[in-house]
Structure formats: structure tokens, C-alpha cells
């Protein structure tokens, strides 16, 4: 127990912050930032099962965000159901749009399954955008605000709450990949398709399994974001720029670690609002500020610091230990 | 324990493997040589469930495995390694063998045991740690065989695991192999190293243009007229005698 | 100007309508991806910001026409060089440290290059939605039933005309000849003394050279926006995945393929739904024929 605790310190670390802030911040607006930090982290985590602990990139997981968005508002203002029920039907059309990814990862390469990605999201973003009837076409849907548990109508301290126990769970999701079973053989298939077969494992199984589950716990978080945000807008969730966001924030931290998403998270969610701070005024520009720092970010990271955030933490610690020794 | 019946493989207008039976007992260790483009790996990969053959059978302890995915295959004791090495690069030794271990064991406590004990068999102890890219050819080689070891097969094909290993590190592979099968490993081994497969094999199949050319004890394929016009040449025979 | 709008007329004058306008696009659609099949072909990189590009493309021409009031056929002759040289920088600066990575690596650089560059173009030039419209873009040509205007005809035969000059200096150059070969066998080439840094240097300049080219040609059919590479993008790689991967020859049929699917989706659907079309295409195709229409994996021949 006492290895596990100081194993996973930096996580203790980060969480255990996340849970005291709310009783030592009052601050609304640094709440928030907290929310979305925690949210974006788990959105992170929920890519990471299957770009990074699957080795599927996939630049497409708005498809399932904006299937959970809208599943909690369409419930919401349709069929006056609970936003959980709408959480619940989007994780079930998540589940089969997800096999079909799956499915798509087991006939495609790298690159070409990336693109497919984007075309999957691209079409749901047109369907959603011009069924007027269903969807409210592009002017988008706004969810209604009815105070509550069962109808997600909560405050920001319970927001922080509520996202840090849905970061907590696929944070530890990610640690269960790296120690388990199903995890070692997953990475197999990751590191070598042909060789994972010649052990046994059933490598395009897998595959599916891990790019289903990740299009589920994506869903999941849209419909939080949604209800959490207010509004739904299909330009927004189903778009290109939000699946880059979701690999993006991984990839920074530490892709196919368990605290990377978040570290990843923390680094871009602050950088975004400090931009937003110093920049306030000029709208569109700041918005295409931050994503051209984010764009080169990604060249750079992806070619000189492959392992991230998380890896060079591992580094240091790696050269303080040598240090002492 | 596996029967080859007629297997036949053909890619396009190519027929890489034509009509090819065999039979391996349990505790066999039978060699496979031929020149390149023979159609050795072909057969492997046909054998192991990465190729569907076009005609014939695949018989596993009495069981028609033919046209079975790869990975079915495995899990029922049959595991083949690569011609050219596929180790999990960016994990450590000790994840990469306990991969093979977790074939069979339920939970990765006890994988990491038996990876553990593996290592020690094939000589990896001091690399336990090391990440897979990181070693040398002839540690990969190792690892290769280690790695499908720990999937405690029932029959073992090996691709070609000495070629590009230097004299010490050749000794020590065929050593390796020798254990193996006085262990009571079944072993299949593709090689173009004759030294070696003349001191392994018990039994030696020659593979041309995908047919089988000749098989015997290795002796007797060694002065096999057919077999040194096709593959090993005048020098080899002067050599052996 | 929507090329299908239909136009009240009898069944052999629609069909006509559309069958033109499907040449029409097909034409610029292949100066498109035939940049983008020689870069795959040639160095095997996915270039996912290669529809920004073609933005780029459409912004000089707005900005030529806006400012300098020039007209994008005078700019086209400016923008050929000027985005060879794009693409050598771009190349230098960006591309060449990916060539032998990963596909992750590659994938997510040339999406990074894609987003900054979007961008950019959202920075600097706001999100609005721009327009070229010099004279030539009301401009109608009526034949046997069918009507055009005239910067869709021009665009067209200007598109093939830059094909074809690819196509023959690809043929009969030696340069040419030595991008082929490194195609085929990249280790072969090597190993002959070609200087591939320099192949994949021509390869992916002569890739953008052509697309932003592309881009101040069909800037007074489409609007003009940051974004406006997307559709384009994913257009380019049905267009080069149907066609088989650096086969030019089959760039082209795949533009007129793609290009019909988009002019007979609109007429019957409606322009709104035009997009999904392309999108689901590239889907259909990447599902069932992944190998292109000639079974070409990996196309190792570049249409010769």
C-alpha cells in the first residue's frame, strides 16, 4: 500500500490540490478554471486509452463529445428527461459509433485511419448542423438550468467535485491499463500488431475493445461539459479543432501515461486563460493566438520531447535519484 | 503433434509454397534449409495462421487448425518468432517477456515470475530492465526467443534466430536451442547457418521454389546430390568430410 | 455560383449541365491532389495541413485583387514560384525532420503545421468570410444548353494545363525520372547515389507550388475563409486514395470520380448537404477499396 501511495505521489500531489482548493478558493472564476482543467484532463485521459495506450491516433473523438453533448440536451429540452438518462443513451450511441471506429482501426493505417477519424466527426458536425427538425440546426441548443443533482443543475464547488471524481476514475482507468492484463497485452498490440498475435493475443479485438471504451468515456464527458457550459453548439463539439484539443493536451503531458492528459491539461487550460487574460479585446485574435502556440507546440513536442511533460518529470526524478546515489 | 498436409500458398501467379507435407513427432527438432525465396518463412506464416493456405491442412495435436487466426494458434501451444525481429521497443525486457508469460497466467503478478525465470534460462538477467530498442541484434535475437518461450508453447518454430550473430554470440544461441530441446521443446528452425542446424537437427527438410526437395537425417541430406546442386555446394560437402 | 444549380431545362440539358460542370471541377480538383499524390507517393508523408495551403492560395488572390486589384490569372503566375519557394522552407524547416519518423510523429506535426497556419489566417486576416469576384466570375458562357461562367472553364483548362506539365516533367526530365525512381525504392535510390534530401525537396515544393496554385484559382468559385482548406483536404486524399498512391494518371480519373459524386450529390440533395458527400465517400472508399480502383498498394508507379 505504502509503494502504491509513493508511486502514484505526483497524482496525490495534483488531486489531493484539486479537492482542497474549493475550501480555500472562493473565487467563482478560478473555479471554473478548475472545472475545466479537471474536464479537459479527463477528456485527455478518455483519448489516451485509445491514442495512446492503443496506439489508434484518432482526431476525431469530437464525434463522441458532441454525441454526449447533444444526448444530455436533446434529453434535456426534447424529452424533459434527466441529463443522466441523456448520459446514459449517449454512451450507448457512443459504444456503436465507437465499434465502428474500432472497426475502421483494424482495416486502416495510421495516418489513413486518422483521416477517417475526421471525416466520421466532419459528417455527424453536417448532420447536426442542418437537421434543423431534430437538432435545431446550426443555431445549436441551449441547456436549460434546473437546479439539482438528478438534472446536473449544480454550483461551481460542486461542479469541481463532481469533475475531480470523473477525472479521479479515468485516471485511474489509465494507471489500471498499465498494470493489468488486459494493459500489457494492449501495449503488445500497440508496439507490434504481428508479434501480439504470435503471443496469443487477439490483437483486432483489443483494438476495438480499447477504441469503444474511449469513445464512452468521451460521450460521458460531453454530456458533463454540456450541462456544465450551457449550450450546445455543433460547430463547436463536433469540431476538428476540439479532437486535436483532446489529443493535444496527451500529447504535451506524457501520451500513454496516466497523469500526462492532466499534467498536459494544467499547462494548456493556464496557459489558455492567461492568454485570455492579457489578450481580452481582441477577440478572434486571441482565439488564433493560443492555437498557433499550440500548433508549434505540437511540432515540437512530438519531435524533441516525444515522452512529454510526464517525461521529463520522469527524467529529473530519474537524475535526482542517480544524484544522491 | 503437427501434420502438414499438401499446403499449398500462392500469391498472384507466384506459388510460394507448392504441395508441402511433413510430420513432426512430439520432441522433434527438425531443421528447414533452402535458398532464399524458397519459401521457408511462407510456410511458417501459413503454419502459425498469418497466411490462409490456398489447398491442404494444418494439423496441430490432432486438431484442423488450417486458415485459424494467428492468435487462436498461439493460444493453443504453437508459437512461431520473427525472421526479423519484432521486439516491443519502447518496453523493457522483463514487460516484453512477461507479454508472452501473460498467454497463460491470469494475472501479471505471476507473468512477471515466470518472465523473470525466462530471462535467467536465456541469459537476459543483466538487460531485465533495458528497453527492447536499446539492445544489440543478437540480445534481440534472445529476446525474441525468450519472449515466445514464456508462452509455454508445445511446439516452437524458430525463424532464422542465428543469422547475423557473431561466433561467440552463435555458440551461445545454438546452446541456447540445444537446452531447449533437451528441455523436451518441439522445435521447428528455419536456417541457412549449416554448421549449426548439423549439430542441432535430428531430421532436416531442404525447401526449393516451395517444394520439398529432400528430407532426412542430416547426413544423408548433406550428400544429397539434389540438395548441393541446389543449395549448399561442392565447398560444403568438402568441408563436412 | 453553384455549377449545379439546375436550370429548368429538359433531362439531356440537365445531364449535360452536370456532366460539364463535373469536368470542370474535376479538373481543379486533380491540380489538387496530384500535388498531394506526389508527396505521398514520393516521400510517404500524410500531409495533413496540406488543404492550408491551398487557403493560402485563395487569401494571396483576395489580397492581390482587394489591394493591388489584380486578378488572380496574373496572380497564378506570381504564386507558382512563390509557393515552390513555401515549400522549400516549409520542407526545410519542417518536413525534413519527419520523413523517417513514426506516423504519430508525422501525423502530429503536419497537424500542428495545420492548425498554426489556419490560425495565422484567423490572426491576421479575421475569421470573415471573403469573396474574389473579378469580372470574369459573372461572366456567363452558354453552350448547347449548358451554362458556365467564364472563371470555372479557365480555372479548368489552366488546372490541366499545370497537370500536364507535372505529368511531362515527372516523364521526361531526368529530375523527374530521379523523383520516380526514389518512389519506387526509396533504399535503391540511395544506394544509386540519388540525392534523396534533394528529390524530397523538389517533390514536396513542386506538391505546394501546385495546390496554391490551386488556391488563386478557385478563389472566385468558393469562399474564403481560415477554415476553407478542410473540405479540400480530405477531398485530395479520396481523390489520391481512389486513384492509388503516386499514380497521377489516377489522381486525375479519381478527381472526375469525386468530382461527379459532388456535382450529382448536390443536384439531387441540394447544396447544404454537398459536403457530406465527399465525406462520406472518402469513408466508403478507405473502407472497401483502400488499395485504390487499380489495386495499386503503395502505388510504386507515378503514371508512367
Given amino acids: ?325 | 503433434m503437427l501434420a502438414l498436409e499438401r499446403l499449398t500458398k500462392r500469391f498472384g501467379g507466384l506459388t510460394a509454397v507448392r504441395e508441402v507435407s511433413l510430420e513432426v513427432r512430439a520432441g522433434d527438432l527438425l531443421g528447414i534449409i533452402g535458398p532464399n525465396g524458397a519459401g521457408k518463412t511462407t510456410l511458417f506464416n501459413v503454419i502459425a495462421g498469418y497466411y490462409r493456405p490456398d489447398e491442404g491442412r494444418v494439423v496441430f495435436d490432432g486438431r484442423d487448425v488450417t486458415g485459424r487466426p494467428a492468435h487462436e494458434i498461439a493460444r493453443l501451444g504453437l508459437t512461431r518468432t520473427f525472421q526479423i525481429v519484432k521486439p516491443f521497443g519502447s518496453l523493457s525486457v522483463l514487460d516484453n517477456v512477461m507479454i508472452g508469460a501473460l498467454t497463460r497466467l491470469p494475472s501479471t503478478r505471476a507473468a512477471r515470475a515466470d518472465a523473470e525465470r525466462v530471462i535467467e534460462v536465456c541469459g537476459l538477467g543483466p538487460h531485465a530492465a533495458a528497453r527492447a530498442r536499446a539492445l544489440p541484434l543478437a540480445l534481440r535475437k534472445r529476446l525474441e526467443v525468450a519472449r515466445a518461450l514464456a508462452t509455454r508453447p508445445r511446439l516452437l518454430l524458430l525463424d532464422e534466430v542465428m543469422s547475423g550473430l557473431n561466433p561467440t554470440e552463435l555458440v551461445a544461441m545454438i546452446d541456447l536451442v540445444r537446452r531447449l530441446h533437451a528441455d523436451g521443446l518441439t522445435l521447428i528452425v528455419i536456417e541457412h547457418i549449416m554448421a549449426a542446424m548439423m549439430r542441432l537437427a535430428q531430421r532436416i527438410v531442404m525447401l526449393h521454389h516451395g517444394e520439398k526437395l529432400a528430407e532426412g537425417a542430416p547426413r544423408e541430406i548433406a550428400a544429397d546430390r539434389r540438395v548441393i546442386d541446389a543449395y549448399l555446394g561442392e565447398e560444403f560437402v568438402l568441408a563436412e568430410a | 455560383m453553384d455549377p449545379a444549380r439546375p436550370l429548368g431545362r429538359p433531362q439531356i440539358d440537365v445531364v449535360a449541365q452536370l456532366g460539364v460542370s463535373t469536368i470542370l471541377l474535376g479538373g481543379i480538383y486533380a491540380l489538387i491532389a496530384v500535388g498531394l499524390t506526389l508527396i505521398f507517393g514520393i516521400m510517404r508523408v500524410v500531409n495533413f495541413a496540406h488543404g492550408e495551403f491551398l487557403m493560402l492560395g485563395m487569401y494571396l488572390a483576395f489580397w492581390a485583387y482587394t489591394l493591388l486589384a489584380l486578378d488572380p490569372w496574373f496572380v497564378l503566375f506570381v504564386s507558382i514560384p512563390l509557393f515552390f519557394g513555401l515549400g522549400l522552407v516549409t520542407y526545410v524547416l519542417i518536413m525534413r525532420g519527419i520523413i523517417h519518423a513514426s506516423h504519430n510523429v508525422q501525423i502530429f506535426t503536419t497537424v500542428g503545421l495545420s492548425i498554426a497556419l489556419q490560425n495565422l489566417a484567423l490572426v491576421l486576416w479575421s475569421g470573415d468570410f471573403h469573396t474574389v469576384r473579378p469580372w470574369h466570375a459573372g461572366a456567363p458562357i452558354r453552350v448547347a444548353g449548358t451554362a458556365f461562367n467564364l472563371s470555372q472553364v479557365v480555372a479548368f483548362f489552366i488546372a490541366i494545363a499545370l497537370t500536364v506539365a507535372l505529368f511531362a516533367f515527372m516523364r521526361w526530365t531526368h529530375t523527374g525520372r530521379v523523383m520516380r525512381a526514389t518512389a519506387q525504392d526509396r533504399d535503391a535510390a540511395i544506394l544509386m547515389g540519388i540525392d534523396t534530401d534533394r528529390v524530397y525537396r523538389i517533390t514536396f515544393a513542386l506538391g505546394i507550388a501546385a495546390v496554391g496554385a490551386a488556391g488563386v484559382l478557385v478563389s472566385p468559385l468558393y469562399a474564403i475563409y481560415p477554415q476553407a482548406g478542410l473540405q479540400f483536404v480530405l477531398l485530395s486524399y479520396v481523390v489520391v486514395v481512389l486513384g492509388g498512391l503516386g499514380d497521377m494518371v489516377g489522381a486525375l480519373i479519381g478527381s472526375l470520380i469525386v468530382a461527379a459524386v459532388e456535382v450529382a450529390g448536390s443536384y439531387w440533395f441540394g447544396t447544404a448537404w454537398k459536403e457530406i458527400f465527399y465525406f462520406l465517400l472518402f469513408i466508403a472508399v478507405l473502407v472497401f477499396r483502400p488499395a485504390g480502383l487499380f489495386g495499386q498498394r503503395g502505388a510504386e508507379t507515378l503514371g508512367a
Fill in chain 1, 1 to 325: 500500500m505504502r509503494r502504491a501511495l509513493a508511486r502514484h505521489r505526483g497524482a496525490l500531489l495534483l488531486f489531493g490540490a484539486a479537492a482542497l482548493t474549493p475550501v480555500v478558493v472562493r473565487d467563482a472564476y478560478f473555479l471554473d478554471s478548475l472545472v475545466l482543467i479537471l474536464l479537459w484532463g479527463a477528456l485527455s485521459a478518455a483519448w489516451n486509452v485509445a491514442g495512446g495506450y492503443a496506439g489508434q491516433v484518432s482526431i476525431g473523438h469530437a464525434a463522441f463529445f458532441g454525441i454526449g453533448a447533444y444526448s444530455a440536451a436533446l434529453a434535456g429540452t426534447r424529452w424533459q428527461q434527466s441529463p443522466w438518462l441523456g448520459m446514459l443513451a449517449g454512451i450507448a450511441l457512443s459504444l456503436v459509433a465507437g465499434a465502428a471506429i474500432g472497426y475502421l482501426s483494424n482495416r486502416l493505417r495510421g495516418p489513413y485511419f486518422a483521416l477517417s477519424t475526421i471525416a466520421f466527426s466532419q459528417v455527424l458536425l453536417i448532420v447536426a448542423s442542418r437537421w434543423r427538425g431534430f437538432t435545431s440546426g446550426s443555431e445549436g441548443i441551449p441547456v436549460p438550468f434546473r437546479p439539482g443533482f438528478a438534472t446536473l443543475g449544480l454550483g461551481h464547488v460542486a461542479w469541481v467535485y463532481l469533475a475531480l471524481a470523473v477525472a479521479l476514475l479515468y485516471w485511474a482507468i489509465q494507471v489500471w491499463l498499465e498494470r493489468s492484463r488486459f494493459g500489457y497485452r494492449l501495449a503488445g498490440v500497440r508496439e507490434d500488431e504481428d508479434a501480439a498475435q504470435a503471443l496469443g493475443i487477439p490483437a483486432r479485438r483489443l483494438k476495438v475493445i480499447a477504441v469503444t471504451v474511449s469513445a464512452a468515456l468521451t460521450s460521458v464527458c460531453g454530456t458533463l461539459w454540456a450541462q456544465y457550459v450551457g449550450f450546445v453548439d455543433p460547430f463547436y463539439v463536433f469540431s476538428v479543432d476540439l479532437s486535436i484539443r483532446f489529443a493535444l493536451n496527451a500529447i504535451i503531458g506524457g501520451v500513454g501515461t496516466a497523469l500526462g492528459p492532466f499534467l498536459g491539461s494544467i499547462l494548456i487550460t493556464s496557459l489558455e486563460t492567461y492568454l485570455r487574460a492579457t489578450l481580452s479585446g481582441v477577440q478572434s485574435g486571441f482565439t488564433g493566438i493560443y492555437l498557433i502556440v499550440y500548433g508549434t507546440m505540437l511540432i515540437l513536442v512530438v519531435r524533441f520531447f516525444p515522452d512529454g511533460l510526464a517525461g521529463l518529470a520522469a527524467r529529473l526524478r530519474a537524475r535526482r535519484a542517480g544524484a544522491h546515489a
